[in-house]
């Protein structure tokens, strides 16, 4: 089992480019959440998928949006990158409800330049 | 506001002692709260979780405890090895009340723990 894997794990953006980062979530798993790291901080929650509908959104802008497919991988879309968009970008899945463990990937790392 | 703090941003311990990490939280009511591990350049890795109606949960040389009273859980580990030099996440539903559910975590900054050989 490979676990969480995400693609790439690095990307150089310049400002008003738009991304897409890519996530497999571990074999069984259902769920996909992404979530955004910046240095020094905690992940801070961007939004969920579940069963190919957004389920929960946190504080971000519509400028973040995901998409999950039928096999359960998932894509994240950030559109007119800003500076304060460089961070690393984890993916996590989980299974079923909500207080499961959730299994992260390793991230992309995300420069705006 | 609603707020999550971990004691420090770094600790220093001497190989064999117990870290002990504390992670206190404002303004939620979390039906559990979780721990995880994150290594430079990865990403976090669960350790534990404990339910708001457990005081306490051990895994191996990790211990956890929860005390929704004082809106407090301490992680603890025991005879601490340079291998477990890392820094530590706690999670918490962000539940406006218990019961409310979430499906997202709310994360602490988290606290580098180093131990020396």
């Known amino acids: 089992d490979a676990g969480v894997t995400q693609s790439p794990t690095h990307l150089i953006k310049t400002r008003g480019q738009q991304v897409t980062l890519r996530c497999s979530p571990k074999?069984?798993?259902?769920?996909v959440s992404w979530y955004q790291q910046a240095l020094g901080q905690g992940p801070q929650f961007i939004f969920q998928?579940?069963?190919?509908?957004?389920?929960q959104r946190g504080n971000f802008p519509d400028r973040f949006s995901g998409h999950q497919f039928p096999n359960y991988s998932s894509e994240l879309n950030v559109n007119a990158l800003l500076l304060g968009d460089s961070a690393l970008y984890l993916c996590?899945?989980?299974?079923?409800?909500?207080?499961?463990?959730?299994?992260f990937g390793p991230g992309t790392r995300l420069t705006v330049l | 506001s609603q707020k999550i703090e971990q004691n420090s941003e770094a600790l220093n311990i001497q190989e064999g002692k117990t870290a002990t990490l504390t992670c206190n939280y404002t303004?939620?009511?979390?039906?559990?709260l979780q721990w995880y591990r994150q290594d430079p350049g990865r990403g976090p890795v669960f350790l534990l979780l404990?339910?708001?109606?457990?005081k306490e949960k051990r895994k191996e040389r990790l211990k956890v405890t929860f005390d929704t009273t004082l809106k407090q859980s301490l992680f603890h580990i025991t005879a601490s090895q340079p291998a477990d030099s890392a820094t530590y996440l706690c999670?918490?539903?962000?539940?406006?009340?218990?019961?409310?559910?979430?499906?997202?975590?709310?994360f602490g900054k988290g606290t580098k723990l180093s131990v020396i050989p």
């Open positions: 998928y579940y069963e190919e509908e957004e389920r």
């Open positions: 999670a918490l539903d962000p539940a406006e009340y218990s019961g409310a559910g979430s499906y997202q975590l709310t």
């Open positions: 074999s069984g798993h259902d769920t």
């Open positions: 996590a899945s989980s299974f079923g409800t909500a207080d499961n463990e959730q299994f």
């Open positions: 404990i339910r708001e109606n457990e």
């Open positions: 303004n939620y009511s979390p039906a559990y």
